[in-house]
Nanobody, 123 residues
Framework: QVQLVESGGGLVQPGGSLRLSCAVSGFTLDYYAIGWFRQAPGKEREGVSCISRSGENTNYRDSVKGRFTISRDNAKNTAYLQMKNLKPEDTGVYYC????????????????WGQGTQVTVSS
């Protein structure tokens, strides 16, 4: 049974940090790219970052560049999103997703999704 479970969300003040984790079970993460997405209330889901299967390639949406860092530990079947200098506009439910890929790329679509973890940035 394929399962992605996010954790690490919470309430943080502006300027604070959080580290999200995405624990994967049911398949070996080695052949999958991982994406992080978020959805704010009343808004569409948006891509935040992705990391290729080897970790060699990453990309970020402009608004989080320099503040967020995506990483993965294939031995632990876990991916991470380190978030620093958080802003109120980063508030939302954060989801991780996985997609099998043939190379070191970030795909356009993802087959497997977690249930999400809430991140709230507020003073």
């Amino acid at each position: 049974q394929v399962q992605l479970v996010e954790s690490g969300g919470g309430l943080v003040q502006p300027g604070g940090s959080l580290r999200l984790s995405c624990a994967v079970s049911g398949f070996t993460l080695d052949y999958y790219a991982i994406g992080w997405f978020r959805q704010a209330p009343g808004k569409e889901r948006e891509g935040v970052s992705c990391i290729s299967r080897s970790g060699e390639n990453t990309n970020y949406r402009d608004s989080v560049k320099g503040r967020f860092t995506i990483s993965r530990d294939n031995a632990k079947n876990t991916a991470y999103l380190q978030m620093k200098n958080l802003k109120p506009e980063d508030t939302g439910v954060y989801y991780c997703a996985a997609e099998v890929v043939g190379g070191n790329i970030c795909p356009n679509q993802y087959a497997y999704w977690g249930q999400g973890t809430q991140v709230t940035v507020s003073s």
